[in-house]
């Protein structure tokens, strides 16, 4: 076991992809400029491949991405992982730049053993309403620090914002906007105030090209990626909702496409039916108005739902541009006006940008 350091945290990273790249690189450039506490890398892995050492030497971050793909060692099993992790003799946090539920599952043991977890991953926060009570209740128990501001609007500050309205008293009467950075791209490039547009099947796949997308364009198409982070905002303020699943979501999978087996196979399949979103864009125009793809969370109602909506060419919603989210909090204390936070809400820098803030934001309370 390594000597313990009081003045030396261990991340591990789970994920290198168009995230958690990014988030190497922002590691790389923390970790020089700020040498205290001293941030060691002691463990990387893809779902294939896998970077660590039996005695937790330090990985150069410089070279970890070259290093890991010419490595020969496969990924710890997760109860292995959290074992290694563990008795480090270091303080260790959790990096994972998945969108793995079998890692989010896994956060309550992580946690129980007072490893702490930054992710951008939304499944642990929005499956089943227990895991997100273990999860809370491992870090509460073990004092290890969760947090997961990317899970909503990437790097924009949703979550500390809407954790500051609720911790200071205030009441959050309703949350509503666009949510989703593949869905603001879509329909900002193929839906555009002028009325000119490429073709829906096109900019999917340009979406999926610029990094917006996830892993499988069809669970942003489906609804349940703006699904889940609405589950997270509404469990954050005070509604406890069971599932992505359990209120009203629009999907804009084609019916006949519904059931092929890959992404990819779905991607090229698409053309085929661009004349269905034609048909919802011109139904939009023919009112002077452009469809967008919203959300939104009535506290009062208690009711969440999510799908397309036409809005006039003034509306904020209709104005956006590339992959802006724009997300409005109206609460008791700011009354008619809401507080509305927006900016880019997809792409691999401003994404893993939210990763490393709430990475500072744990170092400043376990180092
Ligand atoms: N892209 C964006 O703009 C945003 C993304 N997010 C979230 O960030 C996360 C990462 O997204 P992104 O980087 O775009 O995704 P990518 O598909 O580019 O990367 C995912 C990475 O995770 C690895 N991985 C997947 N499953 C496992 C597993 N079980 N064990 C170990 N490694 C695994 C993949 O390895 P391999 O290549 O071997 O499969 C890959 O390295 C997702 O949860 C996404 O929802 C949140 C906000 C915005
Ligand atoms: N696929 C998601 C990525 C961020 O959560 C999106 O497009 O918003
Ligand atoms: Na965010």
Same mark, same amino acid.
Request: aromatic letters at 6%; charged letters at 20%.
């Given at each position: 076991?390594?000597?313990?350091?009081?003045?030396?945290?261990?991340?591990?990273?789970?994920?290198?992809?168009?995230?958690?790249?990014?988030?190497?690189?922002?590691?790389?450039?923390?970790?020089?400029?700020?040498?205290?506490?001293?941030?060691?890398?002691?463990?990387?892995?893809?779902?294939?491949?896998?970077?660590?050492?039996?005695?937790?030497?330090?990985?150069?971050?410089?070279?970890?991405?070259?290093?890991?793909?010419?490595?020969?060692?496969?990924?710890?099993?997760?109860?292995?992982?959290?074992?290694?992790?563990?008795?480090?003799?270091?303080?260790?946090?959790?990096?994972?730049?998945?969108?793995?539920?079998?890692?989010?599952?896994?956060?309550?043991?992580?946690?129980?053993?007072?490893?702490?977890?930054?992710?951008?991953?939304?499944?642990?926060?929005?499956?089943?309403?227990?895991?997100?009570?273990?999860?809370?209740?491992?870090?509460?128990?073990?004092? !290890?620090?969760?947090?997961?501001?990317?899970?909503?609007? *990437? %790097? /924009? +500050? &949703?979550? @500390?914002?809407?954790?500051?309205? #609720?911790?200071?008293?205030?009441?959050?009467?309703?949350?509503?906007?666009?949510?989703?950075?593949?869905?603001?791209?879509?329909?900002?490039?193929?839906?555009?105030?002028?009325?000119?547009?490429?073709?829906?099947?096109?900019?999917?796949?340009?979406?999926?090209?610029?990094?917006?997308?996830?892993?499988?364009?069809?669970?942003?198409?489906?609804?349940?990626?703006? !699904?889940?982070?609405?589950?997270?905002?509404?469990?954050? *303020? %005070? /509604? +406890? &909702?069971? @599932?992505?699943?359990?209120?009203? #979501?629009?999907?804009?999978?084609?019916?006949?496409?519904?059931?092929?087996?890959?992404?990819?196979?779905?991607?090229?399949?698409?053309?085929?039916?661009?004349?269905?979103?034609?048909?919802?864009?011109?139904?939009?125009?023919?009112?002077?108005?452009?469809?967008?793809?919203?959300?939104?969370?009535?506290?009062?109602?208690?009711?969440?739902?999510?799908?397309?909506?036409?809005?006039?060419?003034?509306?904020?919603?209709?104005?956006?541009?590339?992959?802006?989210?724009?997300?409005?909090?109206?609460?008791?204390?700011?009354?008619?006006?809401?507080?509305?936070?927006?900016?880019?809400?997809?792409?691999?820098?401003?994404?893993?940008?939210?990763?490393?803030?709430?990475?500072?934001?744990?170092?400043?309370?376990?180092?």
């Amino acid at each position: 076991m390594a000597a313990a350091s009081a003045r030396q945290v261990n991340i591990a990273i789970i994920g290198v992809g168009g995230v958690g790249k990014c988030f190497l690189s922002q590691l790389e450039q923390l970790a020089a400029r700020r040498p205290n506490p001293k941030l060691v890398l002691t463990y990387i892995c893809t779902s294939k491949k896998a970077l660590y050492s039996t005695d937790h030497v330090a990985i150069p971050i410089n070279t970890a991405i070259s290093t890991l793909s010419s490595s020969d060692q496969t990924p710890l099993p997760l109860p292995k992982l959290v074992d290694f992790l563990g008795t480090s003799g270091s303080k260790t946090v959790l990096v994972d730049n998945t969108s793995s539920q079998e890692v989010a599952e896994a956060y309550p043991l992580f946690l129980s053993r007072g490893i702490s977890v930054v992710t951008p991953n939304k499944k642990a926060f929005s499956s089943s309403y227990k895991l997100w009570q273990d999860i809370f209740s491992a870090a509460e128990q073990s004092g !290890a620090k969760v947090y997961h501001e990317s899970s909503v609007g *990437a %790097g /924009l +500050p &949703v979550i @500390s914002t809407l954790k500051d309205l #609720v911790d200071t008293g205030d009441e959050v009467t309703k949350i509503e906007g666009v949510f989703s950075g593949t869905m603001s791209f879509l329909f900002n490039s193929f839906a555009q105030t002028s009325g000119a547009g490429g073709k829906w099947s096109a900019e999917v796949k340009k979406a999926k090209q610029l990094g917006y997308t996830e892993p499988d364009p069809r669970d942003d198409l489906n609804g349940l990626d703006v !699904a889940r982070k609405l589950t997270i905002l509404a469990r954050l *303020a %005070g /509604l +406890p &909702v069971e @599932s992505p699943t359990s209120f009203p #979501v629009q999907s804009l999978i084609p019916r006949e496409l519904e059931s092929v087996a890959t992404g990819d196979e779905f991607l090229e399949k698409l053309p085929a039916f661009d004349a269905q979103m034609e048909e919802t864009k011109a139904e939009a125009e023919k009112e002077g108005k452009v469809v967008r793809f919203v959300g939104s969370i009535d506290m009062a109602t208690k009711q969440v739902k999510v799908g397309l909506e036409k809005f006039d060419l003034s509306h904020p919603i209709a104005a956006l541009k590339g992959s802006d989210n724009i997300i409005s909090f109206y609460t008791k204390r700011y009354g008619s006006n809401p507080l509305i936070v927006q900016g880019a809400g997809a792409g691999g820098d401003v994404t893993a940008m939210g990763v490393t803030s709430d990475l500072l934001k744990v170092l400043s309370q376990i180092a």
